[in-house]
């Protein structure tokens, strides 16, 4: 069944032979009843004329649900195939009693941007749900489903109702979306309805994305613009959402669904989080619109000193109208009150999005022209979707020393130490600082860079750091003679959004003194006494040693090698053995359920309490649960099946006292009359504390006996 299914109105179902049973019972206690009140008559013949009709009805209805048994399949059903239907709005012109569909009549009428409820009823389908057809023309919502069934003598029938909401995006005639279902390998497809949408000047809605087409990382800005027309005469320079405040404690209803984190597109990113959003651009002084249906609870006082119960206040967005003047379709200028509601995101993913339309639903005053009196009238209105798409930063002049960067950056650079020795190694840091794509940068290539080639050797790979608003690489450096006396500025470009244009930020020249190192003789500098000394190598085994006391004695110690070889042999003994007592434990069934049983039997009364209050026919169960499978589970007995007299005999067995074996029967048998009804909450809560009380005593008697 659908889990999404509403409580479905099921009636009882009975076999033949208690149909049978019943019937008969029925229609002898009419008969009695019948001669009973007879009894008073004077005339004995007129009594049995009373007595007949009735007797021969009864009959006749005894042997009509007899022969329920003998009947067919469908005719238990009443011959009702399954079926299809469906229809808009709340009317419910499904099914008549026999199951036939009714057409619809005509279409419906609505304005562009209201909803209609649209019903798809599936009758003797079983747990299917049926298909929707996608349609650029509408908007389609889920809106739950239920399930009703009916059950006479003659006929059965299951009818499961599937409810969506369908929001027009065009005008005209336009065609529901049309539902279909599968059954046993046989499509059946609902009826076509048809719905006349119209368009009205009243209300309209733009939404605007600025810049139309971002580049990466770029702010971008989302705006519904909702235009609401001006009435005429006295009333032109009044804003409408005020008149509405005078009239009516109702607002009208705006569904922006990027104003929600989950409905924002993953290209983009919020600049503030939907929380602070909200703290700074609603009001629950309904004034404004009523947004996406967000609902403020509050506790409502109830006197002095008192919380009384939770009232609901609708939350409603702060926005400041202004008059402007659009033209129609004939060329003249109509005055609008236009109010905006925008959001700030980040462009942080290369690709197309799209915003979701924008909806209005809700009443606005409209001027009679004839009376010269305006009331409320209801429209509704829908903003389309809005496509864009995030660019990546542009080819035309982008520098070699770019590093992927798009956003705002601090860049900084700093050497340590800045004196060395030959042979030593200095550490370039780079911090790239700020907001922007701090994930994607690479570290920039300085290895060929002028005044570094042929001067510096430098490691790769660099070091590198991600931070919440930092990207720090880490080189290492090494100058490869004492003439080198300054490590030269690096040139690192990102793009700047903002500007739409990239930018160069060039480091610091660091000063730097390289000495010689008397300890170390560089490859082709001769020595004084024309031997061979320790040579500086950059690769080797003593690539990094610049002391000859560094590379010391290599020669190898035999009896720290014998003594580690005993070590690892006499480890490995212990693993073995320990892998031999755990496997052998964890493959015996027993002993794991021995283990496992006090702890189960805690859960189980954890969640006896938990629910007590509100199922306590679960809890029983729970509580028999755990003292019967901790009993079984130490055992080694199958739990299911152990009723309290079991248990008693088992514990006696086990030699455990008898208070224990009274005290575990005593409780057992409470559970079981709990399940008939024969418990309260209160019964249950004190019966739970009783179960934990025993808990420990029995788990002690039974772990004594089996050695546990």
Same mark, same amino acid.
């Given at each position: 069944?659908?889990?999404?299914?509403?409580?479905?109105?099921k009636?009882?179902?009975?076999?033949?032979?208690?149909?049978?049973?019943?019937?008969?019972?029925?229609?002898?206690?009419?008969?009695?009843?019948?001669?009973?009140?007879?009894a008073?008559?004077?005339?004995?013949?007129?009594?049995?004329?009373?007595?007949?009709?009735?007797?021969?009805?009864?009959?006749?209805?005894?042997?009509?649900?007899?022969?329920?048994?003998?009947?067919?399949?469908?005719?238990?059903?009443?011959?009702?195939?399954?079926?299809?239907?469906?229809?808009?709005?709340?009317?419910?012109?499904?099914?008549?009693?026999?199951?036939?569909?009714?057409?619809?009549?005509?279409?419906?009428?609505?304005?562009?941007?209201?909803?209609?409820?649209?019903?798809?009823?599936?009758?003797?389908?079983?747990?299917?749900?049926?298909?929707?057809?996608?349609?650029?023309?509408?908007?389609?919502?889920?809106?739950?489903?239920?399930?009703?069934?009916?059950?006479?003598?003659?006929?059965?029938?299951?009818?499961?109702?599937?409810?969506?909401?369908?929001?027009?995006?065009?005008?005209?005639?336009? !065609?529901?979306?049309?539902?279909?279902?599968?059954?046993?390998?046989?499509?059946?497809?609902?009826?076509?309805?048809?719905?006349?949408?119209?368009?009205?000047?009243?209300?309209?809605?733009?939404?605007?994305?600025?810049?139309?087409?971002?580049?990466?990382?770029?702010?971008?800005?989302?705006?519904?613009?909702?235009?609401?027309?001006a009435?005429?005469?006295?009333?032109?320079?009044?804003?409408?959402?005020?008149?509405?405040?005078?009239?009516?404690?109702?607002?009208?209803?705006?569904?922006?669904?990027?104003?929600?984190?989950?409905?924002?597109?993953?290209?983009?990113?919020?600049?503030?989080?939907?929380?602070?959003w909200?703290?700074?651009?609603?009001?629950?002084?309904?004034?404004?619109?009523?947004?996406?249906?967000?609902?403020?609870?509050?506790?409502?006082?109830?006197?002095?000193?008192?919380?009384?119960?939770?009232?609901?206040?609708?939350?409603?967005?702060?926005?400041?109208?202004?008059?402007?003047?659009?033209?129609?379709?004939?060329?003249?200028?109509?005055?609008?009150?236009?109010?905006?509601?925008?959001?700030r995101?980040?462009?942080?993913?290369?690709?197309?999005?799209?915003?979701?339309?924008?909806?209005?639903?809700?009443?606005?005053?409209?001027?009679?022209?004839? !009376?010269?009196?305006?009331?409320?009238?209801?429209?509704?209105?829908?903003?389309?979707?809005?496509?864009?798409?995030?660019?990546?930063v542009?080819?035309?002049?982008?520098?070699?020393?770019?590093?992927?960067?798009?956003?705002?950056?601090?860049?900084?650079?700093?050497?340590?130490?800045?004196?060395?020795?030959?042979?030593?190694?200095?550490?370039?840091?780079?911090?790239?600082?700020?907001?922007?794509?701090?994930?994607?940068?690479?570290?920039?290539?300085?290895?060929?860079?002028p005044?570094?080639e042929?001067?510096?050797?430098?490691?790769?790979?660099?070091?590198?750091?991600?931070?919440?608003?930092?990207?720090?690489?880490?080189?290492?450096?090494?100058?490869?003679?004492?003439?080198?006396?300054?490590?030269?500025?690096?040139?690192?470009?990102?793009?700047?959004?903002?500007?739409?244009?990239y930018?160069?930020?060039?480091?610091?020249?660091?000063?730097?003194?390289?000495?010689?190192?008397?300890?170390?003789?560089?490859?082709? !500098?001769?020595?004084?006494?024309?031997?061979?000394?320790l040579?500086?190598?950059?690769?080797?085994?003593?690539?990094?040693?610049?002391?000859?006391?560094?590379?010391?004695?290599?020669?190898?110690?035999?009896?720290?090698?014998?003594?580690?070889?005993?070590?690892?042999?006499?480890?490995?003994?212990?693993?073995?053995?320990?892998?031999?007592?755990?496997?052998?434990?964890?493959g015996?069934?027993?002993?794991?359920?021995?283990?496992?049983?006090?702890?189960?039997?805690?859960?189980r009364?954890?969640?006896?309490?938990?629910?007590?209050?509100?199922?306590?026919?679960?809890?029983?169960?729970?509580?028999?649960?755990?003292?019967?499978?901790?009993?079984?589970?130490?055992?080694?007995?199958?739990?299911?099946?152990?009723?309290?007299?079991?248990?008693?005999?088992?514990?006696?067995?086990?030699?455990?006292?008898?208070?224990?074996i009274?005290?575990?029967?005593?409780?057992?048998?409470a559970?079981?009359?709990?399940?008939?009804?024969?418990?309260?909450?209160?019964?249950?809560?004190?019966?739970?504390?009783?179960?934990?009380?025993?808990?420990?005593?029995?788990?002690?008697?039974?772990?004594?006996?089996?050695?546990?």
């Open positions: 069944m659908d889990k999404n299914m509403g409580t479905k109105s009636m009882p179902t009975r076999s033949d032979e208690g149909k049978r049973r019943i019937a008969s019972r029925l229609a002898i206690r009419m008969a009695s009843s019948l001669t009973k009140n007879s008073g008559r004077a005339d004995r013949r007129s009594r049995s004329r009373t007595i007949v009709w009735p007797i021969l009805l009864m009959i006749a209805l005894l042997l009509g649900l007899c022969g329920v048994g003998t009947k067919t399949a469908d005719a238990q059903t009443g011959g009702v195939q399954p079926t299809i239907n469906a229809w808009l709005g709340k009317r419910q012109s499904g099914f008549g009693m026999m199951g036939e569909q009714s057409a619809q009549v005509a279409p419906e009428k609505m304005y562009l941007g209201l909803s209609i409820p649209y019903q798809v009823a599936l009758e003797n389908c079983g747990a299917v749900r049926p298909s929707i057809t996608v349609t650029d023309d509408f908007i389609v919502q889920e809106a739950g489903s239920h399930q009703s069934e009916i059950a006479t003598p003659t006929m059965h029938r299951i009818t499961n109702t599937f409810s969506y909401i369908l929001t027009p995006l065009k005008t005209g005639q336009l !065609t529901a979306p049309i539902a279909t279902v599968e059954i046993d390998g046989k499509k059946l497809t609902g009826p076509e309805l048809k719905i006349d949408v119209m368009r009205q000047d009243r209300v309209d809605i733009q939404v605007s994305i600025t810049p139309a087409s971002p580049v990466l990382m770029q702010e971008v800005t989302a705006t519904a613009s909702i235009y609401i027309k009435l005429t005469g006295p009333l032109a320079k009044q804003d409408p959402m005020r008149i509405i405040a005078q009239r009516t404690r109702s607002r009208p209803s705006v569904t922006i669904p990027w104003l929600d984190d989950e409905n924002v597109p993953s290209a983009l990113t919020p600049v503030l989080p939907a929380d602070e909200r703290g700074k651009n609603i009001n629950l002084n309904r004034n404004g619109f009523h947004l996406n249906d967000w609902i403020y609870r509050r506790p409502m006082a109830s006197g002095i000193g008192m919380i009384g119960p939770m009232t609901s206040t609708p939350v409603c967005v702060n926005s400041t109208p202004q008059l402007v003047f659009r033209t129609d379709e004939d060329g003249v200028k109509v005055g609008y009150w236009r109010y905006d509601i925008s959001r995101f980040i462009a942080k993913e290369l690709g197309d999005f799209e915003l979701p339309p924008v909806r209005f639903e809700g009443s606005i005053p409209t001027l009679n022209a004839v !009376t010269g009196q305006f009331s409320l009238e209801k429209i509704g209105a829908v903003g389309l979707p809005v496509e864009s798409q995030v660019r990546d542009p080819l035309a002049g982008r520098p070699d020393s770019y590093i992927d960067a798009a956003g705002q950056f601090q860049i900084a650079a700093r050497l340590s130490p800045k004196t060395l020795r030959l042979g030593e190694k200095a550490t370039l840091t780079l911090s790239i600082r700020g907001s922007g794509t701090l994930a994607q940068i690479r570290p920039p290539v300085i290895a060929n860079l005044g570094i042929g001067k510096f050797k430098v490691f790769d790979p660099p070091g590198d750091e991600l931070a919440d608003d930092a990207r720090i690489f880490s080189f290492d450096v090494k100058p490869l003679s004492t003439d080198v006396t300054e490590f030269p500025s690096i040139d690192v470009s990102y793009f700047d959004p903002l500007t739409d244009s930018k160069t930020v060039q480091t610091p020249k660091f000063d730097i003194t390289v000495e010689e190192n008397d300890e170390v003789l560089v490859p082709g !500098t001769p020595n004084g006494d024309g031997g061979g000394g040579e500086l190598s950059d690769e080797g085994i003593f690539m990094e040693a610049v002391d000859a006391a560094d590379v010391g004695n290599h020669h190898p110690n035999a009896g720290r090698w014998l003594g580690a070889l005993g070590a690892l042999v006499f480890a490995y003994i212990l693993i073995v053995v320990g892998l031999l007592v755990v496997t052998r434990r964890s015996n069934v027993a002993a794991r359920r021995r283990r496992g049983a006090s702890g189960q039997a805690r859960t009364l954890v969640e006896a309490r938990r629910i007590a209050a509100n199922d306590p026919l679960a809890a029983a169960d729970n509580v028999r649960d755990a003292i019967v499978g901790l009993i079984g589970d130490t055992l080694n007995l199958p739990p299911d099946a152990m009723t309290p007299g079991d248990a008693h005999y088992r514990l006696k067995q086990c030699g455990a006292d008898q208070k224990t009274d005290e575990t029967r005593r409780i057992l048998e559970c079981d009359a709990a399940r008939y009804g024969a418990a309260d909450k209160i019964t249950i809560g004190s019966l739970v504390r009783d179960a934990e009380t025993l808990l420990v005593p029995l788990t002690k008697q039974l772990r004594g006996t089996n050695g546990g």
